[in-house]
């Protein structure tokens, strides 16, 4: 069982930058492939990024040059670094884990999730 704990969401204005933390627990965290999932008011859930156990990183086309996934297996954590932020950022923010094993797994989709965290609000204003 992993539990996931986000930090680090709140208001900013249009241009901004906020940085997402999220606490994973567990001793096998380096063997998670991490990421985050938004969910805007009406809108479905999506991908925004992922870190493959061994640092490797993926995002979507609407957050590419703009956002930055990372992680640190040595504090069981995973961060979203956010820039240039834009009113349709404006959403719930999910930490996601997928249990890699000895692969290579990665949360991309809804389906390759294992576990979701409780989510942290980000709100860009213009």
């Known amino acids: 069982q992993v539990q996931l704990v986000e930090s680090g969401g709140g208001s900013v204005q249009v241009g901004g930058s906020l940085r997402l933390s999220c606490a994973a627990s567990g001793r096998t965290f380096s063997r998670y492939g991490m990421g985050w999932f938004r969910q805007a008011p009406g809108k479905e859930r999506e991908f925004v990024a992922a870190?493959?156990?061994?640092?490797?990183?993926y995002y979507a086309d609407s957050v590419k040059d703009r956002f930055t996934v990372s992680r640190d297996n040595a504090k069981n954590t995973v961060y979203l670094q956010m820039n240039s932020l834009k009113p349709e950022d404006t959403a719930v923010y999910y930490c996601?884990?997928?249990?890699?094993?000895?692969?290579?797994?990665?949360?991309?989709?809804?389906?390759?999730?294992?576990?979701w965290g409780q989510g942290t609000q980000v709100t860009v204003s213009s």
């Open positions: 996601v884990a997928a249990n890699a094993g000895w692969g290579y797994r990665v949360p991309l989709i809804a389906n390759d999730v294992d576990y």
């Open positions: 870190v493959r156990w061994d640092g490797r990183t």
